[in-house]
């Protein structure tokens, strides 16, 4: 069973940055799909961004240019490193693993940050961005 935890969230200046780190438990790690995503209450989960195997990455245009996605599988650590943050970017934000391997498609990787393509979660950690 997949373990995933969360940290480094936050409180934060709008015009700040953070950078969330999620541990995955397993040594399947390098061959999973890997996604950040963030939900706010009364609000559907969001797709942030998401990461395979070789490292190809999709990030959702809300945040495109300033939250950058990347993995470190000597580490079995998904990483989401968020600059020039606002306060719309205050959620909770999750990390959640697939197993599936690579992006197979520009379209394909599109789906990828849709919460459902996701069997593994986190607990989540939250992020504040205050103006």
């Known amino acids: 069973q997949v373990q995933l935890v969360e940290s480094g969230g936050g409180s934060v200046q709008a015009g700040g940055s953070l950078r969330l780190s999620c541990a995955h438990s397993?040594?399947?790690?390098?061959?999973?799909?890997m996604g950040w995503f963030r939900q706010v209450p009364g609000k559907e989960r969001e797709g942030v961004a998401a990461i395979d195997r070789d490292n190809r990455t999709v990030v959702a245009d809300s945040v495109k240019g300033r939250f950058t996605i990347s993995r470190d599988n000597a580490k079995n650590t998904l990483y989401l490193q968020m600059n020039n943050l606002k306060p719309e970017d205050t959620a909770m934000y999750y990390c959640?693993?697939?197993?599936?391997?690579?992006?197979?498609?520009?379209?394909?990787?599109?789906?990828?940050?849709?919460?459902?393509?996701?069997?593994?979660w986190g607990r989540g950690t939250q992020v504040t961005v205050s103006s």
């Open positions: 397993e040594y399947a790690f390098p061959r999973n799909i």
């Open positions: 959640a693993a697939e197993m599936g391997t690579a992006f197979y498609s520009d379209y394909d990787a599109r789906r990828k940050l849709a919460a459902d393509m996701y069997t593994y």
